[in-house]
């Protein structure tokens, strides 16, 4: 009977182990499981934060494509209005050097008017 106590007892012990290792096994389980849950809900705000970014990435690409075409746009048209002005001043120029020709034309033809009309006096 001794023997059997003892088997008994030493079975109880090793059940009492058994549960206790148990326990602690489910106790890490959830643990783990808390953790799992934890890290899903952060992969899934960076994930978030990532979708932000890549479409806030992607406007700022068409926001700069757009800002290029405009650029070039306006460099072009720049352009444009410099060649318009060298023109006009171009033209000015050559109206200045008629005006200066036709000025000097009349101040002639008026000194030989004068001089007509002394010898004819």
Wanted: aromatic share 2%.
């Amino acid at each position: 009977m001794a023997a059997q106590d003892e088997s008994i007892a030493k079975l109880t012990k090793e059940k009492k182990a058994f549960q206790e290792a148990h326990q602690q096994t489910l106790d890490d389980l959830q643990a783990e499981e808390d953790k799992d849950n934890t890290l899903t809900k952060s992969k899934t705000k960076l994930e978030q934060q990532v979708d932000d970014l890549e479409g806030s990435l992607e406007q700022e690409k068409k926001l700069r494509m757009d800002l290029e075409r405009t650029k070039r746009k306006l460099e072009g048209d720049l352009k444009l209005s410099q060649e318009s002005v060298m023109d006009l001043e171009n033209d000015k120029q050559q109206s200045d050097e008629k005006i200066k020709k036709k000025d000097f034309e009349i101040s002639q033809l008026l000194s030989k008017i004068e001089d007509e009309q002394s010898l004819g006096a």
